[in-house]
């Protein structure tokens, strides 16, 4: 008897479309595996009970009926509780937005998953506002990695990372600001996309920074991370920075042969642990990449990054920090205040590096098809750790997971997160797949040749085995 729980996506749509198994039949089993495990994971907020049994009985009707009912036929999928889920209050990570009148409609990406086949199964813990790498919520607890429950899942997706991870869903959507679904992407041993800026929708979910915010899927196959994100591309009016832009459907049969790959150099091979730049040799080795090329300026592109999210980011809070600052975790309060303090000409020199930034990455996209750079620069810290040694410096955790995520999204790149294993180690850790704009297919590509060879994997973890 096939376990549904762990099958990808594509393989629960093929068997739903042909009718070897009822989505009814999925969806309870996820639904079961969740009221039973979740209390020890913390991945959800919300659980869809009603609203997820009575979809999947109407696409057990359509295809009754000889309907095409789309390619995620029967999917489970769930999201961060920064997305508007119809009859439930948006609650971003806070204590506060819980006083929020409930949405009165989902979010752009939801509709989209859903019009394609895709069940939504509920809402998932994150840090509060996306100001967190961690994965820990002042309010509801943290989300814990299902691989090894004493560590983090790294954040703000920290939810989407943990309920794929665990198997409860085979698909998630997070959100990435400043490395947001690629650090649990990373901690959690999954693939995560983090596509172009302004390729996703963004509407109806509640921002962070507006010129910094991308949405996207987590999945345990590439396979998985194609069929949504071709699902959720289309132009949106009602995000403003969502592009007009038709690419044909990613095909994964078209592998890697003639991609120019290189390995990033200077700032991404320093500040790491051991088993960050072992993961990237690794890859490197799989794809024999033989060229490294120094990126300039990534420290100051991180640091304007930094800069434009603390100020953007407490500009957006500045009425609720004056009218319920108590409500606030402590932590986020203070980066949010400090965040108000930062001079304007600070921000404005950083928003000015940015294109500088841009153009140079955009240069060296003319003479390569993709670049190679660790996602995090360890793996899962444990829960409640404050502090880690990088290059010899004691620093903060929570700011500093997203060291060399930071200034990929900066300039609004996509990117596929690839989980490795490296032998003797109980958690995984990623590697980036980074390519010119609007080139995810590339990054898919390489993606999927990856973890086609075995060089990158992403198995749900055992949970019984974890809580024996």
């Known amino acids: ?134 994965g820990e919520n002042y309010h509801d607890g943290p989300s814990r990695n299902p691989h090894a429950r004493e560590h983090m899942t790294g954040g703000s997706s920290g939810g989407s990372g943990a309920a794929a991870a665990a198997g409860f869903v085979p698909l998630t959507l997070g959100s990435d600001t400043n490395g947001s679904i690629r650090v649990p992407s990373s901690l959690c041993g999954l693939f995560g996309l983090k596509p172009t800026y302004g390729r996703l929708s963004r509407s109806r979910t509640f921002p962070f920074v507006a010129s910094l915010d991308h949405l996207g899927p987590l999945a345990r196959s590439v396979s998985d991370l194609a069929l949504s994100y071709n699902a959720m591309t289309g132009a949106d009016p009602s995000d403003p920075v969502c592009i007009d832009r038709i690419d044909p459907p990613v095909d994964l049969n078209t592998g890697i042969d003639g991609l120019r790959i290189a390995k990033a150099g200077g700032y991404f091979e320093e500040g790491g642990h051991a088993e960050a730049f072992n993961a990237v040799a690794r890859i490197c080795s799989a794809l024999q990449v033989s060229e490294t090329r120094v990126i300039e300026n990534a420290g100051l592109a991180r640091a304007s990054a930094y800069l434009i999210t603390m100020a953007e980011g407490s500009s957006l809070h500045l009425d609720r920090l004056k009218t319920r600052h108590a409500d606030f975790d402590p932590d986020v309060r203070d980066r949010l205040l400090a965040g108000a303090m930062i001079p304007g000409a600070w921000v404005t020199k950083a928003q000015k590096f940015r294109s500088l930034f841009r153009a140079q ?108």
């Not at 009221?35 to 009603?50: C, L, N």
């Not at 009707?61 to 029967?74: T, Y």
């Not at 999928?77 to 929020?100: E, H, P, Q, Y």
């Open 1 to 134: 008897m096939t376990d549904w729980t762990i099958a990808t996506a594509a393989q629960i749509a093929q068997a739903v479309r042909g009718g070897s198994v009822s989505a009814s039949t999925v969806v309870d089993g996820c639904l079961g595996k969740i009221d039973a495990h979740d209390k020890a994971i913390g991945a959800f907020t919300f659980v869809a009970h009603e609203r997820a049994r009575a979809r999947a009985a109407e696409i057990d009707a359509q295809i009754k009926r000889g309907e095409d009912v789309g390619p995620l036929a029967g999917v489970p999928f769930a999201v961060k509780n920064l997305f508007d889920v119809k009859g439930i209050a948006t609650l971003a990570g806070s204590k506060i937005n819980r006083d929020m009148s409930p949405a009165s409609r989902d979010a752009v990406l939801i509709e989209r998953l859903e019009a394609n086949g895709a069940i939504l199964v509920g809402a998932l813990n994150m840090g509060e506002y996306a100001y967190d790498f961690t």
């Open 361 to 468: 990455m955009l240069a060296l996209f003319e003479e390569i098809d993709v670049l190679i750079a660790p996602a995090t620069p360890c793996v899962a810290p444990l829960i409640g750790q404050k502090t880690f040694v990088l290059d010899g410096k004691e620093l903060p955790v929570r700011p500093n997971l997203g060291v060399f995520t930071q200034p990929i999204s900066f300039i609004g790149l996509p990117v596929v997160s690839v989980p490795v294993w490296l032998e003797g180690s109980k958690l995984p850790i990623g590697v980036q797949i980074i390519t010119a704009p609007w080139r995810e297919d590339i990054a898919l590509r390489v993606a999927a040749w990856l973890e086609e060879n075995g060089h990158a994997k992403a198995p749900a973890a055992n949970l019984e085995e974890k809580a024996a």
